[in-house]
T-cell receptor, first 113, second 114 residues
Framework: DVKVTQSSRYLVKRTGEKVFLECVQD?????MFWYRQDPGLGLRLIYF???????EKGDIPEGYSVSREKKERFSLILESASTNQTSMYLC????????????FGSGTQLSVL | AQSVTQLGSHVSVSEGALVLLRCNYS??????LFWYVQYPNQGLQLLLK??????LVKGINGFEAEFKKSETSFHLTKPSAHMSDAAEYFC????????????FGAGTRLAVHP
């Protein structure tokens, strides 16, 4: 069974902390994505990566960075967490340029106090 | 640029009734279109997709959607709702050809009552 695993289901952090959200996929997919999900706004793309050490900005990259040192792992980093980054974060992976099917993790609900 | 509009953030139906979730898109190139479903406390799962060919596509759990280019729509339907269909549904679009990324709509939460 294919799997995208996000390291934490719930996280509570303080304003100004550096936060790491980890995502691992076991399908040898080339492409990986980080989305944030907010009520009434759907999913918005933060960053994506189509290869190891490659990354591209999505629609809302401000305040975030990413790291992809290995094919199976894609990390989202909040350099200095702020309250407006309280959200559900979803990681996804896909194979091929067309991304015809994304596989999603269960999400990390991050609260920044 | 691509965008997706889902009409109705909440839809409520009776068990056994028709489910109709509306999605309109804009795209400067022929689109690929998707519906994803999110059950409580889970990630999203692909329900169905349109890439090329037949405009009526069938997905899992009895859902189907029809691509209507003239109306720029990709509405999701199911003839008879089941309690287990209660979830949030997301329509998404991406441009066909070449590397691309999905743009999601805001989502429609479907409630099914007895």
């Amino acid at each position: 069974d294919v799997k995208v695993t996000q390291s934490s289901r719930y996280l509570v952090k303080r304003t100004g902390e550096k936060v790491f959200l980890e995502c691992v996929q076991d399908m040898d997919h080339e492409n990986m994505f980080w989305y944030r999900q907010d009520p009434g706004l759907g999913l918005r793309l933060i960053y994506f990566s189509y290869d190891v050490k490659m990354k591209e900005k999505g629609d809302i990259p401000e305040g975030y960075s990413v790291s992809r040192e290995k094919k199976e792992r894609f990390s989202l980093i909040l350099e200095s967490a702020s309250t407006n980054q309280t959200s559900m974060y979803l990681c996804a992976s896909a194979q091929g340029a067309q991304n015809e099917k994304l596989f999603f993790g269960s999400g990390t609900q991050l609260s920044v106090l | 640029a691509q965008s997706v509009t889902q009409l109705g953030s909440h839809v409520s139906v009776s068990e056994g009734a028709l489910v109709l979730l509306r999605c309109n898109y804009s795209s400067s190139v022929p689109p690929y279109l998707f519906w994803y479903v999110q059950y409580p406390n889970q990630g999203l799962q692909l329900l169905l997709k349109y890439t090329t060919g037949a405009t009526l596509v069938k997905g899992i759990n009895g859902f189907e959607a029809e691509f209507k280019k003239s109306e720029t729509s990709f509405h999701l339907t199911k003839p008879s709702a089941h309690m287990s269909d209660a979830a949030e549904y997301f329509c998404a679009v991406s441009p066909s050809g070449g590397y691309n990324k999905l743009i999601f709509g805001a989502g429609t939460r479907l409630a099914v009552h007895p």
